[in-house]
């Protein structure tokens, strides 16, 4: 699964699309056409991967305070192995992804949390934080804005209220450190040529300037992936990383 990395700092945004999905399905369908064919498949075969019930047994699960990893000499644990391990599963089931082989899942859960991690360290470095009152604050808007659906995903993803509101504490220092430390543009001419790439696949795309907006999100999103990945690559050349289950 490539630049699995970005599961991670992805996997609040997946819960949250997750709860909102219906709204989603009733709104823009030039975005949905976009992505669609940005991803090559069809509207039916993502119904059908999103369809793909997943269960994670207690065998696949660690004790909270077992080490499953360690970077530059502080140890990860269960506490957050388990809940960064079902997500990733059950996303990737979602998306019909194989998720038969649980050791290989065990190594992308420990990859999504030893990157993690380097993120989180070289942001606290540079002095970018996230108080619990910030946390908080943005866990509060979210339920607001989906209520019951929220609550329903987190469950659907085996997460309690801290194990949400941890993986959100990552994702938003993540949200600061691109913001400092990355420099993303996007510009018309890229744009354009996106554009042409998807309507070449589909001639009924819709005319650029009603697409210009969602093409220029979706192309800032390739870059930023890029662009962290390739930090995050820097960052592991110089860790010290153990895995320990």
């Given at each position: ?10 996997l609040?945004?997946a819960?949250v699309l997750a709860?909102c999905?219906d ?11 976009a ?5 090559g ?10 369809q ?10 660690v004790?909270a305070?077992k ?7 502080e ?9 960064t ?6 996303t990737m089931?979602q ?9 290989k ?7 999504v949390l ?9 942001a606290?470095?540079?002095?970018i934080?996230v ?8 866990f509060?808007?979210l ?23 941890t993986?959100l504490k990552?994702?938003?220092i ?12 996007v510009t ?6 996106y554009?042409n790439?998807i309507?070449?696949q589909n001639?009924e795309i819709g005319?650029?300037?009603?697409l ?7 192309v800032?999103?390739q870059?930023t992936?890029e662009?962290l ?6 960052l592991k050349k110089d860790a010290e990383?153990e895995?320990?289950?």
């Amino acid at each position: 699964m490539k630049k699995l990395i970005l599961l991670g700092f992805t996997l609040t945004l997946a819960i949250v699309l997750a709860a909102c999905g219906d709204d989603n399905a009733e709104g823009d369908n030039s975005n949905e056409q976009a992505t669609e064919q940005e991803q090559g498949s069809s509207s039916e075969e993502g119904q059908q991967q999103q369809q793909q019930k997943v269960e994670v047994t207690d065998e696949e699960k660690v004790a909270a305070d077992k080490a499953v990893a360690s970077v530059n000499g502080e140890e990860i644990k269960g506490d957050r192995y388990n809940p960064t391990y079902s997500q990733l599963k059950i996303t990737m089931g979602q998306y019909g992804q194989d998720v038969s082989d649980q050791e290989k899942l065990k190594e992308q859960a420990i990859t999504v949390l030893v990157e993690q991690h380097l993120i989180r360290e070289d942001a606290k470095s540079k002095g970018i934080e996230v108080s619990d009152k910030e946390v908080q604050s943005e866990f509060d808007t979210l339920k607001e804005q989906n209520g019951d659906q929220l609550t329903a995903a987190m469950e659907q993803f085996q997460l309690n209220e801290e194990q949400f509101k941890t993986m959100l504490k990552d994702d938003l220092i993540t949200t600061k450190y691109i913001d400092s430390q990355l420099d993303i543009k996007v510009t018309d001419k890229e744009i354009e040529e996106y554009y042409n790439q998807i309507k070449e696949q589909n001639q009924e795309i819709g005319e650029l300037k009603d697409l210009e907006e969602q093409i220029k999100a979706q192309v800032e999103q390739q870059k930023t992936n890029e662009q962290l990945q390739a930090k995050v690559d820097e960052l592991k050349k110089d860790a010290e990383v153990e895995t320990l289950i």
